[in-house]
T-cell receptor
Framework: GAVVSQHPSRVICKSGTSVKIECRSLDFQATTMFWYRQFPKQSLMLMATSNEGSKATYEQGVEKDKFLINHASLTLSTLTVTSAHPEDSSFYIC???????????FGNGTRLTVT | GQNIDQPTEMTATEGAIVQINCTYQTSGFNGLFWYQQHAGEAPTFLSYNVLDGLEEKGRFSSFLSRSKGYSYLLLKELQMKDSASYLCAVRENTNAGKSTFGDGTTLTVKP
C-alpha cells in the first residue's frame, strides 16, 4: 500500500528559530500533497496544498511567509515553520494520494513544541 | 466551501454496534471518507463512498445519501481498541481535490 513518511516525529525548538518538516511518498509519486495542523482535541485544519514544481496554495488565514512550503520533487514536500513562536506548537500532518480517486495517506505527524 | 457536522462524543459497550452520523453541506462533492485517529497518532483510512449506498469492509460499513448530504459509519462487534476519534471528510470536486474534515467524534468503548 501507499506509504507516506514524515520526519521528524517530534521536535522541540526555541522561540524565534525555524523548523523544517519533511514529507515523502515512499512508493508512489504525488504531484499534490496536503499539510494539516491539529491542535489538541480539535480536527485537522488544512493549511496548504503543496504542488510539485509550483507555488503552494494556502488556505485563508495561513501566512505563506511563515509557513514555507517547497515541493521540489514528485516524492518530497517540506514545510518550514519560520521564526517559530509558542502559539505555533501543534501537531503537523502531511498527506498525499497515489491516485486521484484514492483516499489520503497520512504521514505519522510531527509534534512541534516551541519553548 | 464545506460545512461538516458530526457528534462530539459517543459511548458504547464492547460487542455492541454503534452508528456515527455525519451531515455535510458542500459546493462541490467528490467523495466522503471516514478516518480513524487514535490519540497522538495520524489518521488512518477506514471507508469511502462516492455513490449512494452502503459500503461494507469487515466490521466497518459506511453509508452515503448525496441528496440528503448524509453519511454514517457503522461499527459492529465493538472492541476496546475501537476507542478513538472518527473523522468524516468530504473531498472537493476540483483538480486539487482537497479534503475538509469534520471535528471528529470521540468514541469510548466500555467493557
Amino acid at each position: 500500500g501507499a506509504v507516506v513518511s514524515q520526519h521528524p516525529s517530534r521536535v522541540i525548538c526555541k522561540s524565534g528559530t525555524s523548523v523544517k518538516i519533511e514529507c515523502r511518498s515512499l512508493d508512489f509519486q504525488a504531484t499534490t500533497m496536503f499539510w494539516y495542523r491539529q491542535f489538541p482535541k480539535q480536527s485537522l485544519m488544512l493549511m496548504a496544498t503543496s504542488n510539485e514544481g509550483s507555488k503552494a496554495t494556502y488556505e485563508q488565514g495561513v501566512e505563506k511567509d511563515k509557513f514555507l512550503i517547497n515541493h521540489a520533487s514528485l516524492t518530497l514536500s517540506t514545510l518550514t515553520v519560520t521564526s517559530a513562536h509558542p502559539e505555533d506548537s501543534s501537531f503537523y500532518i502531511c498527506s498525499a494520494r497515489d491516485l486521484s480517486a484514492s483516499p489520503l495517506h497520512f504521514g505519522n505527524g510531527t509534534r512541534l513544541t516551541v519553548t | 466551501g464545506q460545512n461538516i457536522d458530526q457528534p462530539t462524543e459517543m459511548t458504547a459497550t464492547e460487542g455492541a454496534i454503534v452508528q456515527i452520523n455525519c451531515t455535510y453541506q458542500t459546493s462541490g462533492f467528490n467523495g466522503l471518507f471516514w478516518y480513524q485517529q487514535h490519540a497522538g497518532e495520524a489518521p488512518t483510512f477506514l471507508s469511502y463512498n462516492v455513490l449512494d449506498g452502503l459500503e461494507e469492509k469487515g466490521r466497518f460499513s459506511s453509508f452515503l445519501s448525496r441528496s440528503k448530504g448524509y453519511s454514517y459509519l457503522l461499527l459492529k462487534e465493538l472492541q476496546m481498541k475501537d476507542s478513538a476519534s472518527y473523522l468524516c471528510a468530504v473531498r472537493e470536486n476540483t483538480n486539487a481535490g482537497k479534503s475538509t474534515f469534520g471535528d471528529g467524534t470521540t468514541l469510548t468503548v466500555k467493557p
